[in-house]
């Protein structure tokens, strides 16, 4: 991997966490979170012209994909609602990987190596350790985040199946970020109208930079695995756990505590052993 592609990498992972630092600092996080949707697929939508459609045999994939994400957005809401970033966010990107390399693993049959066994102790540890920790306050929020890493294991491994049906990746990847936006401004319109018009006025650029960063991060990486090994791109990213940390720190202000963070430095350190695997 060139310095070049590193580094782009680490963009792409501090992106990820800055959108989800947004949507977590937000005055209505549900409001904030459709805006960063619509800014999503607006981009998307701007992009697709350019590329070759997916494949026919791609669009159930996509369709399972889209209804998971919508899942995934109201989730994160609900899970921000309940719990520090510092907390949640560790839990729910690190818990995935961990979950999709039991499935995939176990589907196909293959042993698991010595690096990916301690990659799963070092996440199960790391989660025990938010749990222990976490507090009777925060008991919610970790439920709701590990209901969501469960979401977001099931999209990967949909979404992993349908892109290698779809021949043309990025626009697979792109047309699910264009439908999901849909239903999600669709229902904001109907329902909340009046307040989604004053929260764009007032958080507009917020949705828009979250849109950016969420189409980027992943643009990045898809990028990047074209340029160096796949689990070692995979792998990388998982450093956004560390820069959410961060950023919840000198951003939001919370107080993470020696507990908490290291028990998200081996949530990461897990996430990428199991990538490396």
């Not at 989730?75 to 818990?95: E, I, K, N, W």
């Not at 176990?106 to 066994?117: F, H, V």
Request: glycine fraction near 10%; charge should be positive.
């Amino acid at each position: 991997m060139t310095l070049g592609v590193f580094l782009l990498v680490l963009l792409g992972a501090v992106l990820h966490a800055s959108w989800n630092a947004i949507v977590k600092g937000a005055g209505d996080r549900l409001l904030t979170m459709i805006l960063v949707g619509i800014a999503a697929a607006v981009l998307a939508g701007l992009a697709l012209p350019f590329l070759p459609p997916p494949s026919p045999a791609s669009r159930p994939f996509i369709a399972a994909s889209v209804l998971l994400q919508v899942v995934y957005f109201v989730l994160v809401v609900r899970v921000y609602d309940a719990a520090d970033l510092s907390l949640a966010y560790p839990v729910m990107r690190g818990t995935a990987p961990f979950l999709v390399s039991l499935v995939d693993r176990t589907a196909i049959g293959e042993r698991l190596s010595p690096a990916a066994w301690a990659g799963i102790g070092a996440i199960s540890l790391g989660i025990l350790l938010m749990v222990v920790n976490g507090g009777s306050r925060h008991r919610r929020g970790l439920a709701l985040a590990l209901l969501n890493a469960l979401v977001i294991a099931a999209y990967t491994l949909v979404d992993g199946l349908g892109a290698r049906r779809s021949g043309a990746p990025a626009a697979y990847t792109l047309w699910i970020f264009l439908l999901t936006g849909v239903p999600l401004a669709l229902w904001a319109w109907a329902r909340r109208r009046a307040a989604l018009v004053r929260c764009a006025a007032g958080a507009w650029p917020y949705g828009l930079l979250g849109g950016i960063g969420s189409v980027a991060s992943y643009g990045l990486a898809l990028w990047a695995m074209t340029r160096a090994p796949v689990a070692v791109v995979a792998a990388l990213r998982e450093t956004s756990i560390l820069f959410g940390i961060a950023i919840s720190a000198l951003w939001l202000g919370e107080r993470p505590g020696t507990a908490r963070l290291t028990a998200a430095g081996m949530i990461a350190l897990g996430a990428a052993a199991l990538r490396l695997a």
